[in-house]
């Protein structure tokens, strides 16, 4: 075999297991998601659940063979094996030869998880022990500013990972009635952008001497992150003295070494490690530590144990029940042998409206290389192009495109207990329960593939019928969250 030879025969689409996949493609192009929907058997064993979550895939394109492929296809991608070296901290990262560790920011304490034959997880406790006492003490306002106030605003300057994760759990726990009480009387605020509109929007109606900074960034060396760290430097000095750093600016980094150099006390830094990718990180010190001053620690360690619970299912649950395994294949299945190249993400909670662009990076900036890990060129297409609004915003904007002949794999998302449940007698979409209905008939109308007479006929409001419908051939990849 030549060298070229020899790197092609490692690509996985050179297996039987592909093969076998390829040529089941055109046996599903021939069936109508109408007829999988009438089979009881499969839409029952396609709905899998884990600790509140349940994920209906039974509106896939996809049979009970298909799913016996992807297994195969997933044995000869050794994705056994790839999990359990991801959790032993062996160096799966291997463009910087390092592990993959994020799950051990969320595991419990007594838990080993081991990077260069270390047990990390005492570290990572560490890091969280300091931030609870750290965000405890400017909660009750022992801890103060240069003039003795509290710090009441928290501005969170950072970008990609060490920003939308953040932000998402944020705008999630806004409005959680206990998250909101344990919220009183603070504000946080985020500044990414470069550009100086994101400076003035993120510093409206604050003062310095009630704010605390805190500048999150991996590297330390983000370009976008050190000018807005300067500005905000500039913006504290002026107005309380160079002396007031070490009172206003906290930072969250591996670098710590940077961190000092730029004037924050080596004590107010926030360690986080190598083996944490940045757009992973939302579970280290860079999530936890703005958070923890907005709701409290214990909230947000509630958030790392749900975490922690998914980690665990993933790690030990067997394939045909595995809700992140079965999403991931589903993917590849639409992505690269259905030919989707994109993925709506339809929250119907305003609460995940920052779910899809946490989503876009995590996946976008992961998935959908042009060469193999070996760096040969692949002869397929890899990874999703994700998009998504909460529903109903999406509804009246982009789903046209969806409802009238694009087909666009959709992950709806519910819940069963809204945040905020209103009440409001006879107004539609005032309350859960209307919002609720809304999904499933936008959902099921993608699903079933019926007309818009048959949806009339069957009593489906006017207002969420779609124009001109043509729902032939449609696929909606419906996961509830409930
Ligand atoms: O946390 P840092 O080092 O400032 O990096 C910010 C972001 O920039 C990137 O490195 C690349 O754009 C992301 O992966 C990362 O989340």
Not at 187 to 203: E, G, S, T
Not at 436 to 451: C, R
């Amino acid at each position: 075999m030549d060298s070229e030879a020899a790197s092609k025969a490692v690509l996985i689409s050179n297996s039987e297991a592909w093969q076998d996949l390829k040529n089941h493609v055109t046996e599903i192009n021939n069936t109508h998601l109408r007829d999988l929907l009438s089979d009881e058997e499969r839409l029952k064993s396609f709905i899998i659940e884990h600790d509140g979550v349940v994920v209906d895939f039974s509106r896939q394109r996809a049979t009970k063979e298909t799913l016996t492929k992807l297994f195969s296809l997933a044995k000869e991608a050794k994705l056994k094996e790839k999990i359990d070296k991801l959790f032993a901290g062996d160096h799966i990262n291997a463009t910087e030869n390092r592990s993959v560790l994020h799950v051990a920011l969320r595991a419990p304490r007594d838990v080993v998880i081991t990077s260069e034959g270390k047990n990390v997880v005492p570290d990572v406790w560490n890091v969280l022990d300091k931030i609870k006492v750290f965000s405890n003490k400017i909660r009750e306002g022992s801890l103060v500013g240069a003039t003795g106030k509290p710090l009441t605003d928290v501005v969170a300057i950072g970008i990609g990972g060490s920003f939308l994760g953040p932000l998402f759990v944020h705008t999630a726990l806004k409005t959680e009635p206990k998250a909101s009480e344990l919220a009183k009387g603070r504000k946080l605020h985020f500044l990414a952008n470069v550009d100086p509109i994101d400076v003035v929007r993120a510093l409206d109606g604050l003062k310095q001497e009630t704010t605390l900074v805190v500048v999150v960034s991996k590297t330390f060396t983000t370009a976008e992150t050190m000018l807005n760290a300067r500005t905000l430097r500039t913006w504290i000095t002026a107005a309380l003295g160079q002396g007031a750093v070490s009172k206003h600016m906290v930072a969250v980094s591996t670098n710590l070494k940077l961190v000092k150099d730029f004037g924050i006390n080596p004590e107010n830094a926030f360690t986080f490690w190598d083996w944490v990718g940045g757009r992973y990180s939302v579970c280290s010190a860079v999530g936890v530590l703005p958070l923890s001053i907005q709701y409290g620690f214990d909230t947000v360690n509630r958030f790392l144990q749900g975490a922690w619970s998914v980690d665990e299912h993933f790690r030990t649950t067997p394939f045909d029940k595995n809700l992140p395994v079965l999403l991931g294949l589903l993917s590849v299945w639409n992505v690269t042998f259905l030919g989707f190249p994109a993925r709506a993400i339809l929250p119907y909670c305003q609460a995940l409206e920052k779910l899809a662009p946490h989503i876009q990076q995590v996946s976008m900036e992961s998935n959908g290389k042009g060469v193999s890990i070996e760096g040969v060129q692949l002869p397929y297409e890899t990874g999703e192009i994700d998009f998504g609004e909460p529903g109903t915003n999406g509804q009246h904007s982009f789903y046209q495109l969806i409802h009238q002949g694009r087909v666009i794999p959709c992950d709806f998302i519910g819940v069963i207990e809204s945040q905020q449940p209103i009440y409001l007698k006879g107004e539609v979409v005032s309350n859960h329960d209307e919002l609720m209905s809304n999904f499933f008939a936008q959902a099921d109308a993608l699903a079933y593939g019926k007309t818009s007479d048959e949806l009339r006929a069957e009593g489906v409001p006017e207002k969420l019928i779609p124009h001109k419908a043509r729902y032939v051939g449609f696929l909606v990849k419906f996961s509830i969250v409930f």
